[in-house]
């Protein structure tokens, strides 16, 4: 009778799961879609939303479902959109999948370095090394100004049409549609791996590392591999970066938007895929009216904003509202 009910409560689990991540992508796909009408002729900001929010997606990987304090991921995002872009203007391969591919590749071993370098320690100082690195990898690329164009910019990328049918254009169709798909496939496979027995380890690290190493785990394997799995989503944002706009520049590299997408992060929610898109959204839709609504004072309102979220809704503004939910289906109950 045990194991029946069991099997019985495993099944509503999993049509449950499945329904949210119906749920997830149709709200995706209606968002873009209201984004596009909304805004035909400012799809270059939709596109960047795109790549911010797989970003921000990347950076929810190692930090709300691991724990691990870091200021530095836009070394792992602009270490993709660099990869993407040396391979077009520098060796002419301008495939957009191949593009994408190289910023995969090298995300995932800025992720590898990173890691390895940054969950050497804990707390503090983890923090500490954090922005040395993205630091470190800053400067390197304003050094290697033969490769990167250094604070001019790396130029000259120029994406074939994908599939030979879509073209780049001035527009920005093409670029919205492909981060849009990109996009989609991230948010699907990233549902299927923090729900995995390793997204489960890597929840179990951060509650109590303690406890996984006295079980047999190996709490800083999963996070090194929690890591290289981050670093080459945000490679896919950086790649999509460098073919939407077709030049990469430092500020891909810099601290400030490795800091953004931390407060992008916490806007939404931790430790939950759709907090880190909800923040990503909400903060630079925010970003973009207040700017130009007033563009002397608008730092100050989005202060208020970051402030008023973190005193009155701790859980971020996804993550605060799911808990009401989920506190008013129980009193039903």
Not at 29 to 44: E, K, M, R, V
Not at 284 to 294: I, R, T
Request: some cysteine.
């Amino acid at each position: 009778m045990a194991l029946v009910m069991n099997s019985e409560n495993e099944r509503l689990q999993h049509r449950r799961c499945f329904s949210g991540d119906l749920a997830g992508l149709a709200v995706i796909i209606a968002i873009g879609t209201i984004g596009y009408f909304t805004f035909p002729d400012n799809l270059a900001l939709l596109t960047r939303m795109i790549t911010i929010a797989l970003l921000v997606l990347s950076l929810d990987l190692v930090t709300g479902y691991c724990g691990v304090a870091t200021l530095g991921h836009a070394a792992l995002f602009g270490s993709g959109a660099y990869a993407a872009g040396i391979l077009s203007a520098h060796y002419g391969i301008n495939d957009p999948l191949l593009m994408m591919l190289a910023g995969i590749a090298a995300g995932a071993i800025a992720g590898l370095l990173s890691g390895a370098i940054i969950l050497r320690a804990h707390g503090l100082p983890q923090l500490v090394l954090s922005i040395a690195l993205i630091h470190l990898f800053h400067e390197f690329a304003n050094k290697a100004s033969s490769w990167t164009g250094g604070s001019d910019g790396l130029s000259g990328i120029a994406p074939d049409p994908i599939f030979g049918l879509f073209e780049f254009d001035l527009y920005g169709q093409t670029a919205f549609f492909f981060g849009m798909a990109l996009l989609l496939v991230v948010f699907v496979l990233l549902r299927f791996l923090v729900r995995s027995p390793f997204g489960m380890l890597c929840r179990g690290v951060r509650q109590d590392p303690l406890r996984i190493r006295a079980m047999g785990g190996s709490p800083k394997a999963a996070l090194i591999r929690m890591y290289v799995i981050s670093g080459a989503v945000a490679g896919v944002g950086g790649a999509l970066n460098a073919i939407s706009t077709q030049v990469v520049g430092l500020d891909s590299l810099s601290f400030t938007q490795s800091a953004e997408a931390l407060v992008m992060l916490v806007l939404g929610g931790t430790g939950s895929l759709f907090g880190a898109l909800s923040g990503t959204v909400i903060f630079m839709l925010f970003e973009d009216y207040v700017s130009a609504a007033n563009p002397f004072h608008w730092l100050t309102m989005v202060g208020a904003l970051l402030i008023a979220v973190v005193l009155f809704a701790p859980k971020g503004l996804f993550g605060t509202a799911a808990a009401f939910v989920s506190r008013r289906k129980e009193a039903r109950a």
